[in-house]
Every structure is written in C-alpha cells, then in structure tokens.
C-alpha cells in the first residue's frame, strides 16, 4: 500500500499573538482569506499583536484558529497538495471539514465564531475546570471521575495520546479527580487555562446552538474522508455532518482514535496546520514510523513544499 497523506489541525489552545504574521504579509492567497473573515472585531490585530489575553477568549480564539488555517489550506492546494484523509483536534474538526469541501472558509469562520460564543454562553456563571492527567490509563481515570461525579460533572474530555488525557467539569468535581488520579499513579495533573469545561455534558447547551444553526445551512460533499472527534472514525452510515458536530461539542475528543485509523489507512506522512507542534507530538507518542511536519510560518511551509512536491 502506497504511503498516504493526511492534514491534521490545531484546536484551541495553540494559539499566540504573532500567529500567521508572516504568511499574511508574504502569501496573497493567505491575505485573501483574512481579509475576508466575517467576523465583528479585528481579527489580524487579534492575531497579530493579540493582546494575548483576548486571544485567548474562546468567542475570539475560535475564528481566529480557523481563518488562520483555512489560509495555510488555500497555500497548500494551490501549490498542488491535497490530502487523503484530514482530522483536527476539536475546533481543528472544522478545518478539516473546510479542507474536505464541507463548506468554503467564510462559511467555516463564521460557524467558528457562533460555537465560540454558543460555547462561551453555555457555562456563563459555572465554576469550571479542565487539567491534562499525565501518566495514567483511561480506566483508572474514569473511576477517578466516576467517584467525584458527587461534587458535580467531571468527565474525560480529551483522548490526546497514551499518557495524556483531559479532564473537564466543574471546578469542585475536577479538584477531587484529579486528587484521586494522583493516588492512582498519575504523574501529574496541570491545569489548562480555557474558559470552560469543553467536550463535556456541561456543553450541551452549545451543542442544542450548533444543532439550530446546522439546520438553516447545507453541507457539500467531501472530497476525501473527515476523522471526526466524536467517534475517531469518518463518518458511518446513518450518521450525518450536522449530528457529528452537534456531538463533539459536548462529548470527549477521540484524538488518539483517530491517529491510530489514519495509521491503519497506510498513512505514513502528516501536515499538522496551525500554531504550534502540539499534534505532532501527540502522534509521535501514539505511532510510530509517521512522518510529521508542522505549518504554523513561511519556514515551516516552505519546509512542507520542499518535501512534498519533491516526493512527487
């Protein structure tokens, strides 16, 4: 089986001021799709300059996530790079569903920046908490979380990679967690500063927005197969986009899944799109024998053209 290619992306959390700075400045396709972004704050001074705390607000990140790699996309294809498969981490799910065809990259920035506020709305007044557990299995975990579901929700948000899962939920039931995660051999339990309890049954609310949305909008055919958060799979029989994002919204990210059925496809080489290299270290430690390259600036790009189309 031939090697093949798959395009993974950022979610929230990568993100930094100075973000795409360069790529706007030297690439007119990148330019282009920025300067359409339909948002309702300045999203190039936000990305560019930050300040870093406003980026990090869920209702900005989100938008900003997006539009920067719908940009690297457009780079991409229109130097003749098209992946087989494409998967991202969380609001990454968008961008791979843009890359695949489901919708153009305004369209993709606007549903962006509506889940971002759906998201920011749905646990307004709540005292939350998310931390990455290092070091222990899932099942020890979900005891963990199933023992101090008395305090309130706590749940298993993330499947990043072996060794590092997320826990998400309110602030008192995530302390006691992860409390008990230590007890049960985890090597550590750090806090990750986001503003809300992400992928858990507490998003609910964001998800019941994202449902109304998706029912005034049309999904167009994909070119190539989505590795969806929700299920780490592409999508099954029965299932639709609209159901699949209506889920991940409110349920755990199968990120490790969804790298170890790309590895089964015979992907052996993986672009991941976005600020920082947080993906390719997540796959590095979930299989072997994939080669990554990260696009987050104009060296990093070059780097991928260079290897890429010099593999042709």
Known sequence: ????????????????????????????????????????????????EGPEETLAQTQYTQPCMVAFAAGVTALLRENGIEPDFAAGLSLGEYSALH???????????????????????????LSCAMRAVLGLDREPLQAACDAASDLGVCEIANYNCPGQLVIAGETAAVEK????????????????????????????PAGDALARRFETMTFSPLRFPVVHNATGLPMQEGETLAGLLEQQVQRSVHFEDSIRWLAG????????????????????????????????????????????????
């Open 1 to 48: 089986m031939a090697g093949k290619l798959a395009f993974v992306y950022a979610g929230q959390g990568s993100q930094h001021a100075g973000m795409g700075r360069d790529l706007y400045e030297q690439y007119p396709s990148f330019r282009a799709v920025l300067d359409a972004a339909p948002v309702d704050f300045d999203l190039k001074t936000l990305c560019f």
């Open 99 to 125: 890359a695949a065809g489901a919708f153009d990259a305004e369209t993709a920035v606007a549903l962006a920046a509506y889940r971002g506020k759906a998201m920011t709305e749905a646990v307004t007044g």
């Open 177 to 204: 967690a992860s409390a008990l995660a230590l007890e049960a051999g985890a090597k550590r339990c750090v806090p990750l500063h986001v503003s809300g309890p992400f992928h858990t049954s507490l998003m609910r």
């Open 265 to 312: 496809q015979g992907v052996d080489t993986i672009v991941e799109i976005g600020p920082g290299k947080t993906l390719s270290g997540f796959i590095r430690k979930t299989v072997k024998g994939i080669k990554t390259y990260a696009v987050e600036d104009c060296a990093g790009l070059e780097a991928v053209l260079t290897a890429l189309k010099g593999a042709e």
